[in-house]
């Protein structure tokens, strides 16, 4: 059996089915195949024709020869060098072998033996490399795989990514869009929100222009009936010095002078009061600047407590209500105004204003109802308390029940009837004196008593 | 004549005080002040405090004057006192109102004082 011929024919087939040499390299795979087909006959001839050994013993060693040649030398086969490595000493000591025998008959034969066990080594040593090089290509063929299976993959991820950035370009462009438009609605609904709370403002204020009116009128009815009677006095007092000195009343010029004094204080009074009304509407009217300045909180809630009765009043002809207001003196403004405290006046009058409107509202209500020996109060009390002031408007109206209760400083809430409250009066109120940093808070009784109590920071 | 003068605004008595300071001194005039409609009626229920004519402003906190005039009217004290209504309120549902509880008179402030005295001075 020639092994080269076999060998050559395996590698021969080997070569052109591995490198593809019928369609990359096809001048290869012609000579290739030259080899394989040519080592199949001649194996054929060896193994029938008894005459054919030895011719075909050395065209194997040639086929061989040429293989190693081309696998040493072609870069087309640069990566099938290893098998060069495993087939070299067989072919070489084969050739060796058969050389020597050529040569020398007699040496041949001393060194037959030692030539054989080496070409058993080089069969063992060929067996090995085939091993390692086919665990080899199998790693590289698995590595190969595993490169182009995360080839596959970036590929695929930058072409999610490329998806993604599209998607996110879009949404992006979509969320911008978005923004803007709720900006422009966030925009709206301030302006909507600044209409509402002006027009709460106004129609509260629209609510309380009859008593507004009477509490500028009686000032002003004081006004003039002291100025007459001042004019009536003076022209008295003029009569009498123009009397001879010796019918002259002295007691009654006096008396005359002293009331005329009296008067004139009582003319400054009654107007400064209608100054400080006609202010107050003015600056509940108008934005709040939000600038905290020091405040008398007892006047202002005497003047929000006679406004809104008024205002009440001035709604519905048939309702009486008793007002009760106890101040704690030390919150009076005194000569040198130690008693006031920092507060934002239009807006806590506001709060006031919103207070004791609903009270009014309420024993109004309650007082329709005609239950005997009712009789309606409203009280307001002012309380310094360490660093805070306590402000409680309560009355002995329906009540607020617990589930309403809850509700009470929710926007829109109102248990008035359409038309009779924006339901923003609390809401606000409660803002308001939230962005004073104090406290607004309910308890009632249902059905006898409702109070609020505000604490507001003295400074 | 007793008058009583019932006003929640106490600067009134100072205004009667001056403006009737003849009639005061030469004891024609008696003047006496209430400043709610409660007072009035505490007032008037007092046998020897009663009073020929009332002053009355209607629009008070608590007892209002046009519930005062009621309860004046349904206690009927004898003789029955006369009643003038004074308010800031001109409108005519409370000229109604007061007609028909018995006002003898309505005024509207600001009060003219020289009609006032002349009003007076006729019932005296």
Redesign the interface.
């Known amino acids: 059996m020639n092994f080269e011929l076999i060998l050559a024919i395996i590698i021969a087939a080997y070569l052109r089915k591995s490198f593809q040499t019928k369609k990359e390299f096809p001048k290869w795979y012609n000579i290739l195949s030259i080899i394989f087909y040519g080592g199949i006959v001649l194996l054929v001839l060896n193994i029938t024709v008894g005459r054919w050994t030895s011719v075909t013993r050395w065209l194997g060693h040639a086929l061989m020869l040429y293989l190693i040649y081309i696998l040493f030398v072609e870069d087309v086969f640069k990566k099938a060098k290893s098998i060069l490595i495993a087939i070299a000493p067989f072919v070489l000591l084969s050739l060796l072998k058969d050389v020597s025998a050529l040569i020398n008959i007699t040496q041949f034969k001393v060194w037959k033996n030692l030539i054989d066990t080496a070409l058993g080594f080089s069969v063992i040593w060929m067996f090995i490399m085939w091993i390692i090089t086919n665990k080899q290509r199998k790693e590289l063929e698995k590595e190969r795989i595993k490169t182009k299976h995360e080839e596959e993959q970036k590929i695929l991820v930058e072409s999610m990514n490329d998806q993604l950035e599209i998607q996110v370009r879009e949404r992006t462009k979509e969320i911008t869009q978005q923004k803007e438009e709720l900006e422009h609605t966030l925009d709206e609904l301030k302006s909507a929100q600044a209409q509402l709370i002006q027009a709460e403002k106004m129609a509260s204020l629209g609510q309380l222009t ?1 008593g507004i ?2 509490e500028i ?2 000032p ?3 006004v ?3 100025s ?2 001042n004019k009536e ?1 003076l022209e008295e007092l003029k009569d009498e010095i123009a009397k001879p000195a010796a019918q002259r009343d002295d007691g009654l010029g006096n008396e005359l002078i002293a ?1 005329l004094i ?2 004139s204080e ?1 003319i400054n009074y ?1 107007g400064k009061r209608a100054d400080n009304i006609v202010k107050s509407m003015l600056q509940h009217s108008r934005a709040s600047s939000g600038t905290k300045e020091l405040t008398d909180i007892n006047a202002l809630c005497d003047e929000y407590l006679r406004l809104a ?2 205002g009440t ?2 709604k519905d ?1 048939s309702f ?4 009760e207001s106890v101040f704690d003196p030390s919150l009076d403004a005194g000569d040198d105004g130690s008693g006031k405290i920092k507060i934002v006046p239009q807006d806590i009058g506001r709060v006031l204003l919103n207070l004791l409107t609903n009270a009014f509202y309420e024993v109004n209500e309650k007082r329709k109802k005609e239950m005997p020996g009712y009789q309606p109060m409203v009280k307001i009390k002012t309380r310094r308390c360490d660093n805070n002031v306590e402000i409680e408007v309560s009355d002995n109206g329906r009540g607020i029940p617990e589930e309403i209760r809850k509700k009470i400083f929710q926007p829109f809430f109102t248990t008035k009837p359409t038309g009779e409250g924006t339901g923003l009066g609390l809401s606000l109120s409660y803002d308001i004196i939230n962005a004073h940093n104090g406290q607004i808070s309910v308890a009632s009784v249902p059905g006898e008593s409702t109070t609020f109590k505000i604490i507001l920071p003295t400074s | 004549m007793k008058v009583l003068v019932v006003d929640d ?1 106490h ?1 009134v008595r ?2 009667f005080e ?2 009737f300071r003849k009639e005061i001194k030469s004891g024609e005039m008696n003047f006496s002040f209430a400043y709610s409609g409660q007072e009035a009626l505490d007032y008037l229920r007092k046998s020897d405090q009663g009073a020929v004519l009332i002053l009355s402003d209607i ?1 008070m ?4 004057g046009l ?1 005062l005039l009621k309860k004046i009217r349904e206690e009927s004290p004898a003789p029955p006192p006369m009643v003038m209504m004074i308010t ?2 001109g409108d005519q ?2 000229r109604d ?1 007061a007609k028909q509880l018995g006002a003898d008179d309505f005024l509207t ?3 003219d ?1 020289n009609e006032l005295k002349t009003k007076l001075k006729s019932v005296v």
Request: net charge neutral.
């Open positions: 009859a009116a009477h009128q009686n002003l009815n004081f003039n009936n002291f007459e009677l006095m009331d009296s008067n009582k009654h009765f008024h009043r001035a002809k009486n209500s008793g007002m | 605004e600067d100072l205004l001056q403006k629009n906190p608590g007892m209002s519930e800031a309120y549902q409370n109102s402030k600001p009060v004082f």
